[in-house]
């Protein structure tokens, strides 16, 4: 029997994802629930064992030697807890030893979804082999990670690289995080879908109103729905400009539902990357689609986990003796 399997689970404000992911990235077994994110704690945790009970049913189940999580945030990896701006029922929330518990006590890795998105594209994705990168997921909310000098970088308590609430906007709308202006606040799928609708967008017969659609009416040309898309293209442009200029990253990778728009959302913020990058050192700077798709919560909490194990073995083998 070989011990060569991860536990992922991804949770987000929309759905809780599980899987298990073996050495090469790959996903085994996936199953997800939607998030009950206006419920209690208890509740949103019920749905978090579901997912549990339904990987532990496979016969791989017994491959599986650790658990990895990638988690809206913030997260606090030193504490195991979560509290996830867009589910409320969960502050400070002992997720870790919850999951620990009901995974037989299985060692658990935590971080932010942004943390694992960047993980999953550094090890499966378009960072592959960059040294300097930020990558982001904008989706029902805005995350992001980083890699540095060839490294993962989850800060202190795995929520570096968290671009969603930077301010870009000083006067701008409060944001639930508590502060004003913030990315997430106008690049979010939600807030481009406000946007339009605000501004006079109205959904096709379908009554579709999601920033899905919002793209589609953009493709077609319609002018109201490219500007919600420009003014989020800005907002990102504004902010992996200030992460460039701060520690000099050399790509940006862009996932996410949103990112889904394609050129409706890239082309405006190749352009504006230009305008907001302006020194020497940041000039060259590319921004381009993530690769690994829906799965990069999931196959970055692998990585994370697998991290975990392997700077720990690595600490144990070059330690002093
Ligand atoms: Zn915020």
Redesign the pocket.
Known sequence: MQNDLVAALDIGGTKIAGALVDGQGRLLLRCQRPTPAQEDAETVMAAVTAVLGELAASPLWARATAVGIGSAGPVDAAAGTVSPVNVPGWRDFPLVPRVARATGGRPVTLVGDGVAMAAAEHWRGAARGCRNALCLVVSTGVGGGLVLDGRLRAGPTGNAGHI??ISVDLDGEP?????RG?V??IASGPSIARRALADGWRPGPDGDASAAAVAASARAGDPVAAASYERAARALAAGIAATATLVEIETAVVGGGVAGAGEVLFAPLRRLLRSYATLSFVRRLTVVPALTGTDAGLIGAAAAASLGGRSETAAVAGGPS
Not at 175 to 179: F, L, M, S, T
Request: aromatic fraction near 0%.
């Open positions: 969603g609430h944001c639930p995080c508590g502060g913030c997430e606040r």
